[in-house]
């Protein structure tokens, strides 16, 4: 294994480059690094010359003066110049996008129907309070979304627009709440979230997810008498050998009715997951029937059924919702990150006319808001996003590249003794490492293994999107793939054989 | 007093006025709102036909078809189609902005420089995820804010960037437990805030905040035994009649000690409160000596001391930050809203490398993360908004109009039987209302006092913001000033008159 790189020395393959401020590294030091504990985050990569650009500087790292807290502190990320399509310009190379942040990036970097539309936002009006005032932008595109949940099956009736995907996951919450507030049912209190789900990084989010590594300092400070966990439906690591689909959904069926009457039936608001789970086990759909079962169950006792699709939803999965291929419809579902594609904040709560019409009859008011609630240059970027999912087909775009990138994966990696497993819908597919291919055991923490592939992958040029704790929520690598909706066959085959070059490179090292 | 506007009907005194989508109404009807329930949100105003304007068709309201979660469901807001400087354009007239949303707007509206500088970012990069990607404008700005608040005596290192003044802060309580988990304190789980206190929205928020209205539906949601009250330093309401304010401040000091004993000194992580509390009580600055006191206090037992500097921050209070005034630097402090005046999302967490260290020593990674977390539209708007205050001196402003505006303040009201209390600092100002001058007896929360003012005072064409649950968390009513910093003195005394015709009229109704 390869040692700690301790800050002011040069190691091997690890250039330097001197930015604004002061020569730093561009290295994450991983083994010092505590696995799982990052949001997921990719490590920042070496930057080694391409050909026929000019070399950078290299000189003796030091210790990072930047004065933002980055994700690592003892180390600087790339410095991005430029962004188009499915590229990302640093100062010297170009790194083909296989993840546009976390799943964020939809219709592809510096769109220039998007910078247009944004730039006459920002002309007219952007920000105003939507406690006095209404925009054309947000009515539109709430108008746009509830149609299109609608012509899938719903009755949904309202979106709430707000910055982040873990602001939309606590005003989901707290609907949820309301709703069973002002229709008297004051003793629906808990929720039921998921083991190894992730629903965003505030503290209610926190409480309702299920992620070891990202909750641990913080669990004194997580309401955990409101929030309660089942098992996730996590079919390569908890089917069992000879269990059937039908027979592992029965068992979970039954794990949540269980939970249901251990905390009382009528005392449960909602249950809520991920409808194919995001950075925390990495990418993993459902197996057939498993929500219809639990909508049955929520149904059975009058708690709501949320679905999290902050992630994987407005899309990527090849369809526009990730619940539309579970034969099953939310009563509340969040989205946030493909929505606007980065170019702006925005997020979306899209409540059901069940849910909304107690507080509509009630009080009129939802008991919450945030400064930014429908932002106009968000709700804006939100409308041309649809607009342009629409004109350029980028969803159907979505389902093709899906069949494609998963007949890539399979085809490079299926023969891999330390690939585990790979599993994805659409354009948002992870690839789980093991130890051993027969047991499933993971590589140790100690390794790192996801972030130094994905840092190999970025060093040759590919960025995708590191994950840990896969297994058990601190043991477990898997790396998620889920660039732009405009990748080409061309770019995920690289992407893919990137992949299998990087797995190989850092195995050979330790 | 007036009864409820039924949906459906036509009251005399509000109009009605065709939308894109259909007939609303622009009223709220204010006698079924539950009083403190709103994110302090003015209500959505008659839209009275000014002089030389077409009438708006006059139709009868019928129910809201918007798609949007308003803050009223029932009311459709006023349409904003334009904003420049201090005014915000509707459909058919001008609105003087005398509160910048949540006192978010401070360079003004559609400043050309903002517009310029975030056009140019958006073409070069807008999103890149910041575990792989930094940009010059987070590094920049990050630089900015460390340097500045250290030429004000602080030491701080790092600057931490999020969307939300709720990010902000969560960020802030999960950086405080991290800094003692990393050296070893792990039994520091408890935090201290204030009742009356407002510090966010987000579940973790609201167990910080003490404000009863907001966090009333979702109290068995929040995590009780790790967040803790103290009474608000809030001398109109709670200084004893003949108490000096060296009293006051040693009782309060007394009182904060014991809640250390009662917990455990060695058990507190941090004591944290808004330096001027904004939207629960009113722009209450706190007596001299105060926050000297409540730093004593945690210096002793080793806790960190978090000032929110969400609403009050970034020159609002006449300094760049509020606890400039104070005789205190905070270890931990969050800025938003006025760090980027509503032109991009963007909120900061500032850390002492006090704070910093034990981190950077240790794991070196801060445990949570956010999609948007460095976000280069962001930082880059919070560098040009920096780079107005310093060419236009719009700090200085804030402190020289927030002279002539407390003047006009007690010119105006300071004979009104129902003004019972005028307080704020530079460009941030509260008056409050009482039914009874001598008692301070509040209104009854039926009445909606205070968002009927903001309502008829927007009837007169100034935006202020509105406030209630002021005195004890439910009753009690006040509005708060906090126009852009570029306003005028002739439009400040337009504001004062406003409002105090506006409390006439509203008084003369009920």
Known sequence: MRPALPLGALVRGHTCVRTTTSITTFRR?????????????????SLPIAAGMAAAPVAAPTKSSSHVMHRHLGVMPLKAIRAEGCYIYGENRRFLDACGGAAVVSVGHGDKRMIAALTEQLNSVNYVHSGNWATDCSEELAEVL?????ERGGDFARAYFALGGSEAVESAVKLARQHFVEKGELQRTNFIGR????????????????????????????????????????????????????????????????KFQELGPETVAAFCAETVVGATTGCVPAVK????????????????????????????????????QEGVIPDIFTVAKGISGGYAPLSAVLASRKVIEPIERGSKVFVSGFTFQSYSCGTRAGLEVQKILKSDRLVERCAEMGVFLEAELHRCLDDHPNVGNIRGRGLFWGVEFVADK????????????????????????????????????????????????????????????????ALDDVLAQI
């Open 29 to 45: 030091p991983l083994a010092t690094m505590a696995p799982g504990l990052v949001d997921g985050a990719a490590a920042p990569a």
């Open 146 to 150: 509830c149609a299109e949940a609608n």
């Open 195 to 258: 083991d190894q789900g992730f629903n965003g990084n505030t503290l209610g989010c926190l409480a309702l997810g299920g992620h070891k590594g990202r909750r641990k300092h913080f669990e004194p400070m997580l309401a955990s008498g409101a929030f309660h966990k089942v098992s996730p439906c996590y079919a390569y690591r908890h089917q069992k050998e000879g269990e059937s689909e039908a027979e592992y959904v029965a068992r979970l069926e039954t794990e949540l009715e269980a």
């Open 289 to 324: 029937g498993y929500f219809q079962a639990c909508r049955r169950v929520c149904d059975r006792h009058g708690a709501l059924f949320i679905l999290d699709e902050v992630m994987s939803g407005m899309g990527r999965t090849g369809t526009l919702h990730a619940w539309e």
């Open 438 to 501: 027969g047991t499933k055991e993971p590589f140790s923490p100690k390794v790192g293994l996801s972030s130094r592939v994905v840092d190999d992958a970025i060093s040759k040029g590919v960025v995708m999107y590191t994950g840990s704790g896969t297994a058990d929520g601190v043991a477990g690598d898997h790396i998620l793939i889920c660039p732009p909706y405009t990748i080409t066959r061309e770019q995920l085959t690289e992407v893919v054989e990137t992949l299998r070059a």
